[in-house]
C-alpha cells in the first residue's frame, strides 16, 4: 500500500482546509477518527476489486471527499455507509470489471502462494459457479468482515435478511465445493447399512 498513508494525510489536511473555508458538513476532528477507524476498511474493499493500489487510493479519496459532505453525524452505520459508497464509486469507475479482475488476482495469490491442489482449483471452479449475489454476500461477511447491519446497508436489506443470504451462499458453496471426507463417511455410512439390510 505504497503511497497510501501519506495520501490519506494529504486528504485530511484538504478537506479540513476546506471544512474551515466553511465548505464542509462535519467538522474536521469528526472527520479525522472517522478517517483513521474506518480507512482501511474501505480501502481493503477497493482493493479486494481494483487492479492497484493506485486505483484504490483514489477510490477512498473519493469516498471520504463525499462522507465529509453527505454522511451524517448521528449515522447508525457509518462504515456500511462508506462501503456502500465504495461500491457506487466502483461500479461507477469501472462497472463490472472489478469482480473479474478480483477473481483473476486471487487466482494468480492463491497459485503464486501454494504448490498446485487439486482441492484449490475446484474450490476456484466452485466459486465462480456461484451466483453474483452469492458471492457479494459472502465477500462482505467473510472477506470484508462487515457487521450484517453494515452488510445489509450495502445489499439494501434487512439484518435478517443477510443472514438468510449468507446461510443459502454458504450451502451453495458446500454443494459446489464438497468435503470429500464427509462424502467418503456418507459412502461408508450407506454401504454399512446396505450390508446390514442384506444379512
Known amino acids: 500500500m505504497s503511497g497510501s498513508s501519506q495520501n490519506g494525510r494529504n486528504w485530511v489536511v484538504l478537506l479540513t482546509h476546506r471544512y474551515s473555508e466553511g465548505k464542509m458538513a462535519t467538522t474536521d476532528d469528526e472527520f479525522a477518527a472517522l478517517y483513521r477507524g474506518t480507512k482501511s476498511t474501505v480501502w481493503r474493499y477497493a482493493r479486494r476489486r481494483v487492479t492497484s493500489d ?47 479482475r478480483k477473481a483473476a488476482r486471487d487466482h494468480a495469490i492463491v497459485h503464486e502462494s501454494y ?35 453494515d452488510a445489509a446497508l450495502v445489499l439494501g436489506c434487512s439484518e435478517q435478511a443477510i443472514w ?3 446461510s443459502r451462499a454458504r450451502q451453495a458453496l458446500r454443494d459446489a465445493w464438497p468435503d470429500p ?6 459412502e461408508t455410512s450407506h454401504e454399512s447399512r446396505s450390508t446390514t439390510a442384506q444379512r
Open 181 to 186: 471426507q464427509a462424502t467418503r463417511r456418507e
Open 164 to 166: 438468510k443470504r449468507v
Open 54 to 100: 493506485e486505483i484504490a487510493d483514489d477510490v477512498c479519496s473519493e469516498v471520504f471527499e463525499i462522507a465529509f459532505r453527505k454522511l451524517p453525524r448521528d449515522h447508525p452505520h457509518p462504515i456500511g455507509w462508506l462501503i456502500q459508497a465504495a461500491s457506487i464509486s466502483l461500479k461507477q469507475a469501472a462497472r463490472g470489471e472489478e469482480r473479474r
Open 115 to 149: 504448490e498446485p491442489d487439486a482441492r484449490l482449483e475446484e474450490l476456484d471452479a466452485a466459486w465462480k459457479a456461484l451466483s453474483a449475489a452469492h458471492r457479494e454476500v459472502l465477500q462482505l461477511i467473510i472477506w470484508d468482515k462487515l457487521a450484517a447491519a
